[in-house]
Nanobody, 123 residues
Framework: QVQLVESGGGLVQAGGSLRLSCAAS????????MGWFRQAPGKEREFVSG????????YYADSVKGRFTISRDNAKNTMYLQMNSLKPEDTAVYFC????????????????WGQGTQVTVSS
């Protein structure tokens, strides 16, 4: 059973920055791709960013490309999302997720979710 715990959310003004963390336990962290997703009120959960098991491959939704950076520290079983130049439309609950393959995570192949952390960006 995989456990994922997010932290680092909060309230920030537009243009500001936040760093989310996701601590994982329950299986070999370094074997699996991981990712971040978000869900705004009244909207479906959407992909934000993903990272391969080794960290060598990263990919982003167009809406966050150039502003967000995903990374992972396999020695610490932790994944991060550095969010810069935040916009009000980034307001959402952000979820950490993992899958059972080493390369690509998508909403259709996630096998474990964290509980989510709220990010609110004020204008």
């Amino acid at each position: 059973q995989v456990q994922l715990v997010e932290s680092g959310g909060g309230l920030v003004q537009a243009g500001g920055s936040l760093r989310l963390s996701c601590a994982a336990s329950g299986r070999t962290f370094s074997n699996y791709a991981m990712g971040w997703f978000r869900q705004a009120p009244g909207k479906e959960r959407e992909f934000v960013s993903g990272i391969s098991a080794s960290g060598g491959l990263t990919y982003y939704a167009d809406s966050v490309k150039g502003r967000f950076t995903i990374s992972r520290d396999n020695a610490k079983n932790t994944m991060y999302l550095q969010m810069n130049s935040l916009k009000p439309e980034d307001t959402a609950v952000y979820f950490c997720a993992t899958t059972n393959n080493p390369t690509i995570v998508a909403v259709t192949n996630v096998d474990s979710w964290g509980q989510g952390t709220q990010v609110t960006v004020s204008s």
